[in-house]
């Protein structure tokens, strides 16, 4: 049974940069066809989708965050991090991490309009990040 478990500073100021690091458990994240997403939801809102690694260590993103947005992995702790920089408090949301089996992206770009809650098996319980000065 897969377990995710997000972790990270749960308030910021506008400016910083946001990281979130996903520690995953009873799978390893280099497991053929596997996606491993970060995915937010903003107070009232519905879910977004910032992007995934892949098990092959691609990375692709939401194009309406993409330059803000980093994801990298460490194999050798089995993480995986999320990095989004100048937060604002539009960015205020609960932060989740998911594995899913689903493609959005045709090559380096992605279609974020084509993800549904139900592609993600797995889900980290999330966690708030609240943006405020």
């Known amino acids: 049974q897969v377990q995710l478990q997000e972790s990270g500073p749960g308030l910021l100021k506008p400016s910083q940069t946001l990281s979130l690091t996903c520690t995953v458990s009873g799978d390893s994240i280099t497991t053929s066809s596997y996606y491993w997403s970060w995915i937010r939801q903003p107070p009232g809102k519905g879910l977004e989708w910032i992007g995934y690694i892949a098990f092959s260590g691609n990375t692709y993103y939401n194009p309406s965050l993409k330059s803000r947005t980093s994801i990298s992995r460490d194999t050798s702790k089995n993480q995986f991090t999320l990095q989004l920089s100048s937060v604002t408090p539009e960015d205020t949301a609960v932060y989740y991490c998911?594995?899913?089996?689903?493609?959005?992206?045709?090559?380096?770009?992605?279609?974020?309009?084509?993800?549904?809650?139900?592609?993600?098996?797995?889900w980290g319980q999330g966690t708030q990040v609240t943006v405020s000065s």
């Open positions: 998911a594995r899913g089996l689903r493609r959005y992206c045709s090559g380096y770009v992605c279609y974020p309009s084509l993800v549904r809650e139900a592609d993600f098996g797995s």
